[in-house]
């Protein structure tokens, strides 16, 4: 059974349009993460939840909105989509408050905006 | 900012053979991680080595941590074409934020028959 699963594996769009990025874990973790790989291999925290509560937010546009209905899934909805957007987003998950914790990431959402 | 760099970027090497890759980082930590990912894969833990700790071993794998040169590296003895992949360091803060990893630019390693 996949412990952290994303929905869609592959999305292609156009510009302008907007997406949804669906993620859920069946770790019984507390905290998950968005992250951006761009073409580099180049890897970046977008967001956290923890217990639905969003705890990190880094410098993203406000396109990217993360939505959390339970500790289970976090769920990214994209705006106005950009050729920039271009990436492949991971979704990832741990446990809460243990510094020498490990994240477990899901297989990827391969974005294309043309 | 980005907070880790690994050199070498790429690195091939013969089945058999041992593969060396390194990590820097720039601020205070409090653990660092390798993780590694398979082409069109998500990221897998490998090893998770404490700011107090100076090395650490698992299987083939044997990681190095140096605090005071902000630095770290990634040891996998006799290599297998399975080790083919990327690998990435990614440190932990210590600034009392959970759970945030940053990670480093990543190595590709290639491991030929």
């Known amino acids: 059974d996949t412990a952290v699963s994303q929905t869609p594996k592959y999305l292609v769009t156009q510009m302008g349009n907007d997406k949804s990025i669906k993620c859920e874990q069946n770790?019984?973790?507390?905290?998950m993460y968005w992250y951006k790989q761009d073409s580099k291999k180049f890897l970046k925290i977008m967001f956290s939840?923890?217990?639905?509560?969003?705890?990190i937010n880094e410098t993203v546009p406000n396109r990217f909105s993360p939505k959390s209905p339970d500790k289970a899934h976090l769920n990214l909805h994209i705006n106005s989509l950009e050729l920039g957007d271009s990436a492949v987003y991971f979704c990832?998950?741990?446990?809460?408050?243990?510094?020498?914790?490990?994240?477990?990431f899901g297989p990827g959402t391969r974005l294309l905006v043309l | 900012s980005q907070q880790g760099e690994e050199d070498p970027q790429a690195l091939s090497i013969q089945e058999g053979e041992n593969a060396t890759m390194n990590c820097s980082y720039k601020t205070s930590i409090n653990n660092l991680q390798w993780y590694r990912q398979n082409s069109g894969r998500g990221l897998v833990h490998l090893i998770l080595i404490r700011s107090n700790e100076r090395e650490k071993h698992s299987g083939r794998l044997r990681v190095t941590l140096d605090t005071s040169k902000k630095s770290s590296s990634l040891l996998i003895t006799a290599s297998r074409a399975a080790d083919t992949a990327s690998y990435f360091c990614a440190t932990a803060d210590d600034t009392g934020t959970a759970s945030k990893l940053t990670f480093g630019t990543g190595t590709r390693l290639q491991v030929t028959l």
């Open positions: 939840y923890n217990n639905k509560e969003l705890i």
């Open positions: 770790l019984g973790h507390d905290t």
């Open positions: 990832a998950s741990t446990e809460y408050y243990s510094y020498q914790e490990t994240q477990y």
